[in-house]
């Protein structure tokens, strides 16, 4: 029978490798686009204000998320879209507005599952160190449980 100090230290570095390991293939992101002015895409299910997560598309990105609204000089939406980001995209898990004399553009990049959705979902990569941290605490514990033994 094992001990339960090992159990404990089997665990915390069960959940401390799980946390650390990043699947290769990316992170899954939303996709779509709406244009008011665009023929194809005039039904808003993309838009911070229609988004639906169920009937939205996703895909497998490898860079991460990102999501960008482009507004006219009157501040009138011109196109909304949620897609994978590029190499182009600076990832800064916020988002930025860019202004020049003929538009704005808002533009929000991530680098977790899902994070180009609407509402504020807090990231699983934040929450990781704290994890980390508590594995390392359980794994510490359950060594100074077999000193004790």
Avoid: Q
């Amino acid at each position: 029978m094992a001990v339960p100090w090992a159990w404990g230290a089997a665990l915390a570095l069960l959940l401390t490798l799980t946390l650390l390991v990043t699947p290769g293939g990316g992170v899954e992101c939303f996709v779509c686009s709406y244009s008011p002015r665009g023929n194809s895409s005039r039904l808003d299910g993309c838009t911070k204000a229609n988004f639906t997560e169920e009937k939205i598309e996703t895909r497998d990105c490898p860079l991460g998320c990102e999501s960008v609204a482009a507004y006219d000089r009157n501040d009138e939406l011109l196109s909304y879209h949620r897609n994978c980001a590029t190499s182009d995209t600076i990832m800064t898990n916020t988002c930025e507005t860019y202004t020049n004399i003929i538009l704005k553009r808002e533009v929000c990049s991530c680098d977790w599952a899902y994070c180009n959705t609407a509402s504020g979902a807090a990231p699983l990569s934040a929450a990781r160190p704290s994890a980390v941290f508590t594995s390392l605490l359980v794994l510490g514990g359950a060594l100074r449980a077999r000193a004790l033994v």
